[in-house]
């Protein structure tokens, strides 16, 4: 009988010392990307700069952050979607989420610091930012849907990053590429901690799409917008679907 063998996700390495802007290989890594975003909407990302010391050691404060009392998580509140404390929801009962504005800003990452220490699983989905890199413990879990409709489960080394692109690229490229739909499927009785920095546009950027991607073949399918406007708006009753940004900013044609 003929058996096929599961899908992948396409692993691209940035490990190469030679991988430098005008090289063979940085055209060939570029080629490699465009790909794979086009057929997956993501990729895993092989890059090794990053000691695993220090990953292991981020990944053992979350777990002290997130063992933290209902009541201390709670100080961290935000008027943003998901910029603050998520958790005890009904609907993802065994989900947590814990966001940092200006994560990288040592005095506003003491202030939280401060705020913490003064002494279940989301439904499939696409991110509304612009690219998100992600990085997890071995604990697998993540699913990314394939162009084609098939889930593929992701399955990254220690020295790997899932890179995914979310709505708001895709409308910038004027649907060039689609955001990435996924999930997290969980099994078993281990904890699974991932690590996520979302890029997003500055304060009062409008996200526009550039003339040279409009032509009579690409209409243009989205007007400007701006993220945050936008941002809340999908999380309201009436933007909480896969077609949110159509619906609130879509070209009639």
Known sequence: MDSQSPLKLPVIDFTKPELKPGTPEWDLAKGQVQQALQHYGCFEALFDKIPLETREAVFGAMEELFDLPLQIKSRNVSEIPYHGYIGQHPKIPLFESIGFDDADVIEKAEAQTRTF?????????????????????????????????????????KDSFIVTIGESLHAWLNGRLKATYHRVMMSGDKPRYSLGLFTVPKAGYMIKAPEELVDEAHPLLYNPFDYAQFLGFYFSNEGRYQSGLKAYCGVQH
């Open 117 to 157: 220490w003064p002494q279940g699983n989301p439904s499939a989905h696409t991110d509304q930012d612009v690219v998100t890199i992600l990085y997890q413990n071995e604990v697998n879990g993540l699913e990314v849907q394939s162009s084609s409709g098939e889930w593929i489960g992701v399955k990254p080394s």
